[in-house]
């Protein structure tokens, strides 16, 4: 059975630069997505969002549309690279083993997040994350 594979920020980067048919999926909240940022080119998809803090209940389908629209296909029937991203990198594993059960086979999660995990000042994008690696970002 295949399973997540964590990778930084730069090697999530690195693949998607290498696989250009890779897809990246920012799987935070609407909110986040807009307001503090997402990676360029990443598509958003919430594994948990507002109102009720829930778990998406068509992530699983939502991620399989995107397949069987093409955008993750590479034209050989093989799975492209999926790569998962959140804030610190706990949602988007916890997405990806959840794709991993539904079958999706070569799963990425950015283990550092788009901001990394709180310094001792309590403030994000200090210590690691997409956006402290000054890798591509946008925000609304």
Known sequence: M??????????AMKLISDEPTSLLIDVRSHM???????????????????PDWEINPHFVREVRQLMLGGLANDGSGKHVPIILICRSG?????????LVKKGFCNIYN????FEGEL?????????????YEGLPWEQC
């Open 90 to 98: 706990k949602r988007s594993y916890e997405a990806g083993e959840v």
């Open 119 to 131: 310094d001792s000042d309590h403030h994000r994008s200090t210590l690691g994350g997409w956006r």
């Open 2 to 11: 295949d399973k997540v594979k964590s990778i930084s920020p730069k090697e």
């Open 110 to 113: 950015v283990a550092e997040g």
């Open 32 to 50: 986040e997505f807009l307001f503090i940022g997402h990676p360029v080119g990443a598509v958003h998809i919430p594994w948990i969002d507002e």
